[in-house]
């Protein structure tokens, strides 16, 4: 049955059941467009106007600075709150413009030439209003200039009224600072909203003059630019696409953040930051968790050191180094020692009192003791004391307290983690690339493994001053313990005496940032990039670095390689971007991977069985050589020795001597091949003989042999690959 097209129509368009009421009266009516996405109420106030939950507030500009850089709005653009913002440019006729600038500049002068008759100062405002206008005069009417008409409206969106008035003074204050005047719309907030709406409808009309020159700078959408003379390639500019090229070192201090999930690609960017800084002579030094970065060093040929249960790698964190300043000038280090084992023990032993912690400090005194060290310089060369020397003062102090924190050292001395701290330091880093790696230990131990490895590469540092990267991978595991995440931070803001970057990785962002160190060491760091961020973390990060809205969008939908690049005061989206070679390097794409060990398998087939080459004008001895493939292909000929008995020759007769003897065999020389022309078919190479088998005679068709005994004593018989 046929259903008329009005009555389908009526079925989508009315949305409202029958009996559904509104303004507290029946309708019958449909919903329209409107109703649906439209506020439930609008609410015009003297300084504001309230849609629903939220307020807004529109600002127009009344007064501009006389002189301008280019992207002066660049604050406005990146003002760390939402904003709605405006721009209106009404271009103005040329012959409009000069014969009212004609009529003005006229009435400039005579207001001068009164001043002067009467003797009264010439007011400076309109002195130099009227060489302004005279120097457009002159430009517009060469045609280099023209005239616009320039507006600019500001709405500030806000949740409540109290954030309202505050962001609206931090706005005003901003342009402020620029020599803009800005004015609220009061009792035209209604139309000040619907001018900042994207319907292109100046409901204000409060305008400025300005010509070619002036309005050029206005221009909002610009990024900064990451493109320096020296440094390393980080990736593209998402703005404006140009090379983020940028050097760490340049900065306040040399440190680095990289936040993000996991698989946004941080370890991916953080491996191509070390090959192209080893280029630069950079010497890198990276503490690996998960042995991401094995590969890498194997290649490059760089120091991979698994820290391991069992291994014969041994770090001794009562290790002594002399840190000699200049030639001749020593450093008392055993008090920067103590204090750093102070450090590493309450990561072991847990948090310590006051008392535990002043017997602990006696303790590691007089281990050193025990072993010659002293405050003197010249007695720390000596052998330094190992942890179990520790555990054996402890016990012999014969005190509770002492026992107690003994106790607390048993099993790294006797029991189950035995084997981590037993031997003195047999590691040295003398390689450009040196890699720790601390997979194989449980979660347990790692942070306790970091701090020590850590505590060794800082002795190492302030040893001599050289330009350094130290990378700590998954940083998070420091930030468990205050001790740990302590010595994080006093490596962070000391790094720049010692020409060291410091680089922290983390994906559990926040973990880090729930420590107020955590907070610190981004403070501290002025290289600061953030990857692919989760929708539970984006808050905090956004509170952290002062993002706008749109920023987090990015961070939420960008890809893996894509983020915010953080150089000191500039910052922009960045898009990590590698050559095949490095991205077969540093890829750890498991899918990736796979791929790649099938295509070296197949490689490594490939070369074991090369294809045959076609012969060509090469050499006698080459033609004539067998190859793998030319046995493979060509067809087997075998010679076959019939041992037949020995019998008298038959009488002949001489006339049929000639026909029914076999031709006579050619001798032939078994090390001087025949030769062959290029392009003619090849005959039966050569085959060495065994001790009961004649040299291989050129391949022929034999004679049928007759039942008699004249019957040679070779045939030779092809036999094709199939019955081989």
Not at 20 to 36: A, E, V
Not at 203 to 232: C, H, K, Q, W, Y
Not at 455 to 461: M, S
Not at 575 to 593: D, F, G, M, Q
Request: charged share 20%; aromatic share 8%.
């Amino acid at each position: 049955m046929p259903v008329a097209l009005p009555n389908i129509i009526k079925t989508f368009i009315n949305l409202q059941p029958p009996n559904q009421t509104r303004g507290g009266k029946p309708s019958k009516t449909p919903l329209s467009i409107t109703d649906l996405i439209a506020p439930p109420m609008i609410e015009v106030d003297f300084d504001n106007i309230k849609m629903g939950n939220y307020f807004f507030r529109t600002l127009f500009v009344a007064g501009y600075p006389r002189y301008v850089n280019a992207n002066w709005l660049e604050p406005l653009v990146s003002f760390n709150h939402t904003l709605d913002v405006s721009m209106y440019i009404y271009p103005q006729r040329s012959e409009e413009i000069l014969e009212n600038m004609k009529r003005k500049i006229g009435e400039m002068e005579a207001t001068i030439q009164s001043d002067i008759k009467r003797g009264h100062v010439i007011e400076p405002s309109v002195q130099v209003a009227l060489e302004d206008a005279l120097a457009l005069q002159q430009e517009i009417a060469k045609g280099a200039q023209r005239f616009f008409q320039f507006a600019l409206y500001v709405t500030i969106p806000s949740p409540n009224l109290e954030n309202l008035n505050k962001t609206t003074r931090q706005v005003e204050a901003t342009l402020g600072s620029l020599m803009i005047v800005t004015k609220k719309a009061v009792l035209q907030m209604e139309e000040g909203f619907k001018t900042t709406m994207p319907m292109g409808q100046d409901r204000l009309m409060i305008t400025r003059n300005m010509d070619t020159t002036s309005l050029a700078t206005t221009f909002p959408f610009t990024t900064s630019v990451l493109t320096a003379n020296e440094g390393i390639l980080y990736g593209l500019n998402e703005g404006n696409g140009s090379l983020v090229i940028f050097d760490r070192f340049s900065l306040e201090n040399a440190n680095t953040v990289v936040f993000g999930k996991s698989g946004s690609g941080k370890s991916y960017m953080v491996k191509l930051e070390v090959i192209r800084s080893l280029m630069f002579g950079t010497e890198v030094i990276i503490l690996d968790p998960e042995n991401e970065y094995e590969t890498l060093t194997r290649a490059l040929g760089g120091e991979y050191i698994k820290f391991q249960f069992g291994a014969g790698t041994k770090i001794n964190p009562f290790d002594l180094g002399l840190l000699r300043v200049t030639e001749g000038d020593e450093e008392n280090e055993l008090n920067q020692k103590i204090l750093s084992l102070h450090g590493f023990l309450r990561v072991i032993m847990g948090k310590l009192t006051a008392t535990e912690d002043a017997t602990l400090d006696r303790a590691l005194v007089l281990t050193y003791k025990q072993k010659g060290i002293t405050p003197d310089p010249a007695t720390q060369t000596k052998e330094s004391p190992l942890m179990e020397d520790l555990y054996k003062t402890l016990i012999g102090m014969e005190n509770q307290i002492a026992i107690s924190l003994a106790d607390r050292l048993e099993k790294f001395v006797k029991g189950s983690l035995v084997g981590i701290f037993d031997q003195q330091t047999n590691v040295e880093i003398t390689n450009p690339l040196t890699v720790f790696s601390i997979r194989d230990l449980e979660d347990e131990l790692r942070p306790i493994a970091m701090y020590l490895i850590l505590d060794y590469i800082w002795t190492k540092v302030r040893r001599s001053m050289k330009r350094r990267i130290l990378i700590v991978d998954e940083g998070w595991y420091l930030m468990k313990h205050p001790d740990s995440a302590q010595f994080l931070y006093s490596i962070a803001k000391r790094s720049r005496k010692y020409y060291l970057g410091l680089t922290t990785i983390t994906q559990d962002v926040e973990d880090f940032m729930e420590v107020e160190l955590g907070k610190a060491i981004i403070q501290n760091s002025s290289l600061q990039i953030l990857l692919k961020q989760s929708s539970a973390a984006i808050e905090k990060v956004a509170k952290v670095f002062y993002l706008s809205e749109g920023e987090q969008h990015l961070l939420l939908s960008c890809e893996t390689g894509q983020g915010l690049f953080f150089a000191g005061p500039a910052h922009a989206g960045i898009r990590v971007i590698a050559s095949a070679e490095e991205h077969a390097l540093v890829t750890t794409n498991p899918k990736e991977l796979e791929a790649m060990k099938e295509k070296a398998r197949i490689d490594k087939l490939q070369i074991a069985s090369p294809p045959s080459q076609p012969m060509g004008n090469q050499p006698l001895a080459e033609i004539n050589k067998p190859t793998a493939s030319q046995v493979k292909a060509s067809p087997m000929t075998t010679v076959v020795i019939e041992d037949l008995p020995k019998k008298e020759p038959a009488t002949t007769p001489p006339s049929q001597m000639q026909s029914s003897q076999p031709q006579p065999i050619p001798q032939l020389n078994p090390i001087t091949p025949p030769i062959i022309k290029p392009g003619e078919p090849a005959a039966l190479k050569p085959v060495p003989a065994s001790p009961t088998e004649s040299p291989l005679l050129p391949q022929q068709k034999p004679e049928q042999p007759k039942p008699d005994a004249n019957r040679p004593l070779f045939t030779v018989v092809p036999i094709d690959d199939g019955k081989k």
